[in-house]
């Protein structure tokens, strides 16, 4: 009994996350969500006082995301010989795959966005902390290039998040292997992985 209600450790372990991984994980969630509300609020009612809202904080929230997803980045690879295991075969190989286009699409859309606030005219200084001096004119290159990929590449990380929320669910109603219980479960509770890997064919 002890054991199952011992405390959750701040560092990954193989049979769960830490607390620190699932506070990371479910802010940033939270944060992303926030960022796509806006603007999808902004293309269905276009310019006005509620869409105005939400990109004007935008930026700042993006900000607040670039050093997030950073800080993770840094925690998962100083876990990464801790963490639960993505199972083996074809599964598992598209798991780990999965997760690494997800990493590299949240480091390189707000990127994007700092390369584009870096070579505006306007300052940017999110929640009045300048992190960019305003030019006298704009960097034509890393506009254009921001411009031209940054919501792109946005939308592309929303279909995969749409991926993995999927995936989360079919581990947990249909292979039943605690793969959420991971994320989310209490210590020492939930249903332990099973010892056989999803079919690899």
């Known amino acids: 009994m002890a054991h199952s209600r011992r405390a959750l450790p701040l560092r990954d372990t193989p049979a769960r996350y830490g607390r620190v991984t699932r506070l990371l994980h479910w802010t940033i969630a939270a944060l992303i969500l926030w960022q796509f509300l806006g603007m999808a609020i902004k293309l269905a009612l276009g310019r006005g006082p509620v869409s105005g809202f939400f990109v004007g904080l935008h930026q700042p929230v993006g900000a607040v995301l670039f050093a997030l997803i950073v800080l993770r ?3 998962a690879l100083l876990n990464r010989r801790r963490r639960p295991d993505h199972g083996a ?3 598992g190989t598209a798991a780990r795959l999965g997760h690494l286009a997800l990493y590299a ?3 390189a859309v707000p ?3 700092l390369l584009r606030a870096w070579g505006s005219e306007r300052a940017f200084q999110p929640f009045g902390v300048r992190i960019f001096a305003a030019r ?3 960097v034509e290159w890393a506009v254009k290039l921001a411009d031209a990929l940054h919501g792109e590449l946005a939308w592309l990380l929303g279909v995969l998040i749409l ?3 999927v995936m989360v669910g079919v581990h947990h109603a249909m292979w039943r292997d605690g793969t959420l219980a991971r994320m989310v479960g209490r210590a020492g509770r939930g249903r332990q992985p099973r010892s056989v890997a999803p079919p690899s064919t």
Do not use: I, K, Q
Request: aromatic letters at 6%; hydrophobic letters at 65%; charged letters at 5%.
């Open 89 to 91: 075969g074809l599964v």
């Open 136 to 138: 006298e004119a704009p």
């Open 73 to 75: 980045v840094a925690w």
């Open 105 to 107: 699409l949240m480091l």
């Open 111 to 113: 990127s994007l966005a």
């Open 163 to 165: 991926g993995h929320v």
